[in-house]
C-alpha cells in the first residue's frame, strides 16, 4: 500500500502471503494516479519514498530514484532510531483502519478477485472519511 503524507491510500496491491514486500515496490509506484495541482502537466509521482528496512536493496533504490523520486528506506543493521518511524506510522495507521472493516480482518473469500474488491471498497471509503475530515477543518 502507498498512501500519502494524509493517509489516504494512494494504490494498493493484493499479493500471496509469502511474497516478499519489496517485489510490488515498482508496481505500487506506477500505480499511483496523476495528482492535480497547479496547472501544467500533473505531477505523476511523489518527491519521497518512506519505506521500512525490508525495502533495503541498492537495485531498487537506483530503480525508485531513476523514476524521479528520491527514496528515504531504513538500512538493515543500522541501529533503531533513524527517525523514519515519524513518517512510517501513517501507512501503520491506515493498515489499521483497513482492519476497522471486518471482511478484511480474516480473510473468508476464497476467490481473489472478491478479496480485492473488498480492498478497494474499504480503501475508498478510507480516502472518502480523511477528505471530508480535510474539508471539515
Known sequence: MIVDGGGVPLAV???GGNRHDVTQLLPLLEAVPPVRGRRGRPRRRPEKLYA???????????????????????RRGVAHGSG????RWVVEQTIALLHWFRRLRIRWE???DIHEAFLSLACSIICWRRLQN???R
Open 13 to 15: 496491491a493484493l499479493t
Open 52 to 74: 521500512d528496512r525490508a525495502y533495503d536493496f541498492d537495485t531498487y533504490r537506483r530503480r525508485v530514484r531513476a523514476k524521479g523520486v528520491r527514496p528515504c528506506i531504513a
Open 84 to 87: 523514519l518511524g515519524v513518517h
Open 110 to 112: 476464497v476467490r481473489d
Open 134 to 136: 480535510r474539508s471539515l
